[in-house]
Nanobody, 128 residues
Framework: QVQLIESGGGLVQSGGSLRLSCSASGRTFDSIGMAWFRQTPGKEEREFVGGISWQGRNTDYGASVYGRFTISRDNEENKVYLQMNNLKPEDSAVYYC????????????????????WGQGTQVTVSS
């Protein structure tokens, strides 16, 4: 089991930066891929933002954030980070940290159904 807690959200002006953190507890954290998703009001689906494999060797990003966001992890500290630069109003959402259902997967998965560990979310609001 892995418990996830996100932090670092807030209000920022367009063009600004934020760094989200996800703190994990549980013995399996360092063996599973991690990802960030986001969800806006009125949308049923959570959008894949970025993911990182269990060793940190592979990353993947959604098209809307590619080149602006960077995901990283520290398996010693049991943390995952999302550095968000050049933020835009359309980045406003609740951001969720998620853990892969399968251990030691080499690739990053984008589908929400492959993630079974979820945090409670942190709100990011970007003003224009």
């Amino acid at each position: 089991q892995v418990q996830l807690i996100e932090s670092g959200g807030g209000l920022v002006q367009s063009g600004g930066s934020l760094r989200l953190s996800c703190s994990a507890s549980g013995r399996t954290f360092d063996s599973i891929g991690m990802a960030w998703f986001r969800q806006t009001p009125g949308k049923e689906e959570r959008e894949f933002v970025g993911g990182i494999s269990w060793q940190g060797r592979n990353t993947d990003y959604g098209a809307s954030v590619y080149g602006r966001f960077t995901i990283s992890r520290d398996n010693e500290e049991n943390k995952v980070y999302l550095q968000m630069n050049n933020l835009k109003p359309e980045d406003s959402a609740v951001y969720y940290c998620a853990g892969d259902r399968r251990a030691y997967r080499a690739v990053v998965i984008r589908t929400t159904s492959d993630y079974i560990y979820w945090g409670q979310g942190t709100q990011v609001t970007v003003s224009s």
